[in-house]
C-alpha cells in the first residue's frame, strides 16, 4: 500500500531557528515528490518538486532532500519567520494521476 | 495567469439545500481535480476530470455532482448534504493528467452544513 509518513507531527520553534521535517514514502512506483505549505483554511501551495534523480532543491529558505533509496526526503527551513507557520505536507506521486498525501507537519513559530 | 481560482470562499448550506462550487483555471491545463479535506487531515481525492471527461471518481457519494463545462471550468453541484460534508473543498489543476506537470491548488472552498 502507497504510504507517506511526515514527522514530527507538530512542531514549535522560536523565530529566527532552523528546522528540518522528515518524510518517508514507500510509493510504488515514484514519479516525484513535492512538498507544499498549507495555511490554515488556505489551498496547499508549491515550495519544491524533486524527481528521482535529483537529491537537493532549494527554494529561498527551503530546502529539501530527496534519498531515493532510502525513500526520505527531508525539508530545511533556515532563519524561520512567523509567517512559515503553517502545515507542511509531503506528497509523492506514484502512477497515473496518484498523489499520496502525508498528513502534514504543523509548524508554530514563536516570536 | 498562473492561479486557480474557487468561488464562493465559504459557504453555509442546509441538509436539504442545493448549491454549487466553481473552480476557475485560465493555465490551459488540462486536468482538473477535487479534493476533501477535513481539519488536521490531508486532502483526499474525489474527482479527476481529463480534458474535460471524468476520468476518476473515488466512489464520492451521489449527493457530490462534478461538472466540466469547459476547460477552464470545473463546478461540484452539492444536494442533500449531511453535516459530515463539512470541510475545505479544494479544487487543483494540472496541465495534463500524467507526466511531471506541476498541480496548483485553488485555495479553497470552507463549507458547512448544518
Not at chain 1, 512506483?29 to 490554515?40: A, E, G, H, I
Not at chain 2, 476557475?24 to 474535460?52: D, I, N, T
Request: proline residues 5%.
Amino acid at each position: 500500500k502507497n504510504q507517506v509518513e511526515q514527522s514530527p507531527q507538530s512542531l514549535i520553534i522560536l523565530e529566527g531557528k532552523n528546522c528540518t521535517l522528515q518524510c518517508n514514502y514507500t510509493v510504488s512506483p515514484f514519479s516525484n515528490l513535492r512538498w507544499y505549505k498549507q495555511d490554515t483554511g488556505r489551498g496547499p501551495v508549491s515550495l519544491t518538486i524533486m524527481t528521482f534523480s535529483e537529491n537537493t532543491k532549494s527554494n529561498g529558505r527551503y530546502t529539501a532532500t530527496l534519498d531515493a533509496d532510502t525513500k526520505q526526503s527531508s525539508l530545511h527551513i533556515t532563519a524561520s519567520q512567523l509567517s512559515d507557520s503553517a502545515s507542511y505536507i509531503c506528497v509523492v506521486r506514484g502512477g497515473y494521476s496518484t498523489l499520496t498525501f502525508g498528513k502534514g507537519t504543523m509548524l508554530l513559530v514563536s516570536p | 495567469d498562473t492561479e486557480v481560482t474557487q468561488t464562493p470562499k465559504h459557504l453555509v448550506m442546509g441538509m436539504t439545500n442545493k448549491k454549487s462550487l466553481k473552480c476557475e483555471q485560465h493555465m490551459g491545463h488540462r486536468a482538473m481535480y477535487w479534493y476533501k479535506q477535513k481539519a488536521k487531515k490531508p486532502p483526499e481525492l474525489m474527482f479527476v476530470y481529463s480534458y474535460e471527461k471524468l476520468s476518476i471518481n473515488e466512489s464520492v457519494p451521489s449527493r457530490f455532482s462534478p461538472e466540466c463545462p469547459n476547460s477552464s471550468l470545473l463546478n461540484l453541484h452539492l444536494h442533500a448534504l449531511q453535516p459530515e460534508d463539512s470541510a475545505l473543498y479544494l479544487c487543483a489543476s494540472r496541465h495534463s493528467a500524467g507526466g511531471q506537470n506541476e498541480q496548483f491548488f485553488g485555495p479553497g472552498t470552507r463549507l458547512t452544513v448544518l
